[in-house]
């Protein structure tokens, strides 16, 4: 019987020893939501590398529409890009915040009306109807069922649609 409880215990103690297993972690991201125009857009906060109230912005010439200007953000002049006229919308809008927004090395400023919230990342995603969100849907990853555009930032930033080679 002291054999058996022996045994029994040094069970336990190896159970016991074992480091807990960790559980799997969920991996769906947070989805930052705002008011840009009629539009509502979404997109990955780990881009995100603040929210600001919009200040003064400096108008750069030569640039395309979409280039609203340059602002100062702690320092440091980052150009503020409207999406909704970069995605071809016309979007007289009064805007109240800016987005700074940061991946591989760029930063930009992308100004909206409002922030809506930040909710979880939605496991399915469905592809907007041909033509119905503009001329640049290679920046829609999807749409989500209550109608969040989500914005494929590492595409918009890497693309050559932001970089401005005009001579005077």
Do not use: W
């Amino acid at each position: 019987m002291r054999e058996n409880a022996e045994l029994i215990l040094k069970q336990r103690a190896h159970l016991y020893a074992r480091p807990p297993e960790e559980p799997e972690p969920i991996d769906r991201g947070l989805i930052a939501v705002f008011r840009i125009g009629r539009m509502r857009l979404g997109f990955d906060v780990k881009f995100i590398d603040g929210i600001y109230r919009l200040g003064t912005i400096t108008p750069i010439p030569c640039t395309p529409p979409f280039i609203l200007g340059a602002i100062n953000v702690n320092g440091r002049v980052c150009p503020l890009i409207d999406i909704s006229a970069l995605m071809g919308e016309s979007a007289e809008e009064d805007y109240r915040v800016v987005v700074m927004i940061r991946s591989d090395g760029i930063e930009i400023g992308i100004p909206a009306a409002d922030i809506l919230g930040v909710e979880g990342a939605p496991e399915k995603l469905s592809k907007p109807e041909a033509g119905s969100i503009g001329s640049n849907e290679e920046f829609i990853d999807g749409i989500t069922q209550d109608g969040v555009l989500i914005l494929n930032l590492e595409e918009l930033l890497k693309g050559d649609r932001l970089i401005v080679m005009e001579e005077v």
